[in-house]
C-alpha cells in the first residue's frame, strides 16, 4: 500500500469519527454556528482538488484473493476502496475489516453512534448491508461476480453499538448461475442476525470490459 493510499484511507476515518462524533453530542448555537463557518471553509478546500472517480479494473478482480488478510495471519483492517462496509476510503462508510478464512469470509467492525437505529441498538438496514458484503464477497473471492437477487434476514437479537462485532459469510448452495449462501452476525457468542441470500452470477469479461472502459 502506497503512502499516499495510507494516508488517504486515515484521513476518510478522521471523516468517519467527525460524523460519528457530531450525532454522539449536543451543541448551542454558537457552537453550531462555529461549525458551519469552519466546515464551509474545509468543504470549499475539499472542492477545490482535483477530481476523483471510483476504479474498478479487471487485475485489481482477478488479485482480490491474494490481497485479502487472512484470520489468524494476518491483521484486521479495512480495504483501501470506496466500498460502503469494508471501504476504508469511504468517509460515510463502516469502516469495517475484511478478512478470508478458508473460502469464508469474516467481517469485523463495532457500529459507532452515526449508525444507531433504536436508542442503542445498531440500524436494521446497516446490519444487511453488512450481511450483504459478508456473503457476496465469498464469489468475489472466488473470481466470480454476481448480484444480489435476494436477501433475507432474522433479527434473532438487538444489535448494539460501539460493541466489537463479527460477521461471517459462506457458500450454501449451488444451482447454474444461481448460489444460496449464507451469514450471520455475532457479539461474542451471542447470535443477532441470521441471513440467507440468493446471488446471481454474471460473465467477468463482459463486466470488466465495461468497467475499465469508464
Known sequence: MSD??????ATADLLRTLGHQFSAHEFDDDQLSDLDA???????????????????????????????????????????????????????????????????????????????GAPTRGHGGVIAAILDEAMGIVLTMKGELAFTAQLDLSYRAPTPINRPLVARGWEHARDGRKVTLKGELR????????????????????????????
Open 4 to 9: 499516499v493510499v495510507a494516508h488517504r484511507l
Open 38 to 116: 469552519r466546515l464551509r471553509l474545509l468543504i470549499a478546500d475539499i472542492s477545490g482538488a482535483a477530481p476523483r472517480e471510483r476504479a474498478f479494473h479487471g487485475e485489481t478482480f482477478a488479485t482480490f484473493k491474494e490481497r485479502m488478510p487472512r484470520v489468524g495471519i494476518d491483521t484486521p483492517r479495512p480495504l483501501p476502496g470506496d466500498a460502503l462496509v469494508t471501504g476504508g476510503a469511504n468517509p460515510h462508510g463502516v469502516g469495517a475489516c475484511l478478512r478470508r478464512d478458508g473460502d469464508d469470509i469474516v467481517i469485523t467492525c463495532a457500529l459507532d453512534k452515526a449508525f444507531e
Open 187 to 214: 457479539d461474542g457468542d451471542t447470535l443477532l442476525v441470521e441471513a440467507t441470500a440468493l446471488f446471481i452470477t454474471i460473465d467477468p469479461t463482459t463486466f470488466l470490459q465495461r468497467a475499465d472502459t469508464v
